[in-house]
């Protein structure tokens, strides 16, 4: 698939060298048509360096969270929470907008910040009930804190929850105004649930206040929704949306898809595909400030899915056929591994150095002797995916428990460097079939397989590089499909995009902002980011 003559080249690069190559840096003894598919690709793609929300609204401000309202953030989400914000409150000043709707709210981060440092009204979205609930209580103890410090008695607002599986745009429509009908005092604290889709409602109602809709990385078509309510919806006069998760949008589908949008991209009959769509959440500059040891890792995952299909479709063609999806094997075995290495650092006293050890010091036993097979420890639990899951993990053979004394894992003399891929290799393949439901048999020869394919392994990590180059010039391509969607609505709706926070802090950093022309328009200064820029 891939000039034979660029992974020839590129098999031989350092490791640094192919972690720079998705943000466009070419190395002169490359051949020129490698330069040229790098360069050409990253010309095409959007500006993603954080400018401040002051060049693109001079009258925003963005406030500092304090300790109480950032509670239960990381550092990354505390970023997003302070610069979003800002912006929303701008923009819903310059509309007359007293009411903000969080779509997709999660655990309502964006909603309080809204509610507590903003003082607008805030009906947050989710989902889940969970979600909601831990909203409420969240809010509940950030109002008793705010209270506190309030000298003369001051009526705080709280978001408003409303738990809704929102499965179309006119189902988004018709609960956001559901929620704000007639709805001119302060927000209390309500759960509302709602898993049917809702006919959108027609007539508009003059007691519904101004509305802004906002989206803190709100996945897949659900991002979608809220351009189609923005421009459908008399009420809602502006919106600000970070997008994520793009594999998860639907595409080539009879009714309202979630790409493409615009009559533009819709006329180039372009097809991405889940596999490139997987590819627009790849961030060039997560790969350049990756560590040469947790490259070499990555390279390591993708080299055990690729043989993982290979174990499918030999033994398991009929699943194979169905392009699987495993779930976030390889984020997993990464805290297994890093798990493992703070465990034992600490344990020597070296908790300052969490390098990663050699494949002897990862499979030694503590008397010194290399492990026949793993086990599981007493009360093992498989991880939950969750990006953000603080819960204890164990080895991926846990998963399956004894059954892994089934597989044929081949002779024992394999030697030192094959047997720590090897083995990294069969606790990943033992939970991948785990998680989709097969069960072993008992000529499953792992090893063999690994044999077959551990030649073409050093091809990974270039042909990653190659596909992660492509990542932003395809997030581009989706970002400009809605962009031109509200810039075909005409000359009443002002469209842009603006690279709102630290692409290296967080890599999905592109805001799209728009607002209808129905008074004085905004005057922002060069924050604009056009289709032909």
Same mark, same amino acid.
């Given at each position: ?43 095409? %793609? ?13 009258? +925003? ?15 990354? #989400? ?17 509309? $007359? ?7 997709? +709210? ?44 309030? %000298?003369? #008695?001051?009526?705080?607002?709280? &978001? ?46 003059? +007691? ?51 790409? &493409? ?11 991405? *595909? #889940? ?65 493992? %290495? ?35 420890? #007493? ?21 399956? $428990? ?6 044929? %894992? *081949? ?27 097969? $069960? ?20 990974? $990590? ?15 391509y989706i970002l400009l499909d809605r962009l031109l969607f509200l810039q075909e609505q005409g000359s009443a ?12 802090? +967080? ?13 004085? &328009? ?12």
């Open positions: 698939m891939v000039d034979a003559d660029w992974m020839e080249c590129l098999r031989r690069e350092p490791v640094e060298s192919l972690l720079m190559l998705p943000s466009g840096c070419v190395q002169d003894h490359w051949p020129s048509s490698l330069q040229e598919f790098i360069l050409t690709a990253r010309s095409l %793609v959007l500006p993603r360096e954080q400018k401040s929300p002051q060049s693109f609204l001079p009258n +925003s401000r963005v406030a500092s969270i304090g300790t109480v309202l950032a509670q239960g953030m990381n550092s990354k #989400k505390k970023h997003e929470i302070e610069a979003l914000s800002g912006i929303v409150d701008a923009i819903a000043r310059s509309r $007359g907008a007293k009411t903000v709707v969080d779509v997709g +709210s999660g655990q309502g981060y964006l909603a309080q910040a809204l509610s507590f440092e903003y003082q607008l009204a805030v009906i947050a979205i989710d989902a889940s009930s969970h979600h909601a609930s831990v909203t409420n209580t969240r809010a509940e103890r950030i109002k008793k804190h705010y209270a506190a410090k309030c %000298v003369e #008695k001051q009526q705080f607002k709280v &978001p408003r929850t409303v738990t809704c599986h929102v499965l179309s745009s006119d189902t988004l429509a018709a609960v956001t105004l559901d929620a704000c009908q007639d709805d001119h005092g302060e927000h209390i604290t309500e759960t509302n649930n709602c898993n049917q889709s809702i006919p959108q409602i027609e007539q508009p109602n003059h +007691s519904i206040p101004q509305l802004v809709l906002a989206g803190l990385h709100a996945c897949g078509d659900l991002s979608v929704n809220m351009l189609r309510v923005f421009v459908s919806c008399e009420q809602v006069q502006a919106l600000v949306s970070v997008g994520c998760c793009y594999n998860l949008l639907s595409e080539d589908t009879d009714t309202c898809p979630g790409f &493409p949008i615009s009559k533009a991209a819709k006329s180039s009959k372009l097809v991405l *595909g #889940k596999s490139i769509r997987d590819l627009a959440c790849q961030s060039a500059e997560r790969w350049r400030n990756l560590t040469k040891e947790m490259a070499l890792q990555n390279f390591d995952i993708h080299a055990f899915r690729a043989a993982f299909q290979m174990v499918l479709e030999k033994y398991f063609p009929e699943v194979s056929r169905l392009s699987p999806s495993i779930g976030r094997q390889g984020k997993a075995l990464r805290r297994q591994r890093l798990r493992k %290495v703070m465990e034992s650092h600490l344990a020597m006293g070296k908790a300052d150095d969490l390098s990663y050890p050699n494949c002897k010091e990862q499979h030694m036993n503590t008397d010194g002797s290399l492990p026949t097979e793993p086990t599981a420890p #007493k009360g093992a639990v498989e991880c939950c995916s969750n990006e953000l899951c603080t819960g204890d993990t164990y080895s991926t053979s846990a998963v399956v $428990g004894s059954s892994i004394s089934r597989v044929n %894992v *081949g002779p024992s003399d394999t030697n030192l460097d094959e047997c720590c891929k090897f083995t990294l290799f069969k606790d990943f393949t033992i939970s991948g079939l785990g998680r989709l439901g097969c $069960g072993f048999v008992e000529d499953v020869n792992l090893l063999e397989i690994w044999k077959d394919v551990q030649h073409f392994t050093e091809f990974i $990590g270039p042909f990653w590089c190659l596909r992660a180059a492509l990542g932003p010039l395809v997030e581009t709706v002002e469209a842009s995009l603006f690279p709102l926070f630290d692409p290296a802090m +967080s890599p999905r950093n592109m805001a799209l902002v728009a607002w209808k022309l129905t008074g004085d &328009p905004l005057e922002p200064s060069h924050g604009f980011v056009r289709p032909w820029a």
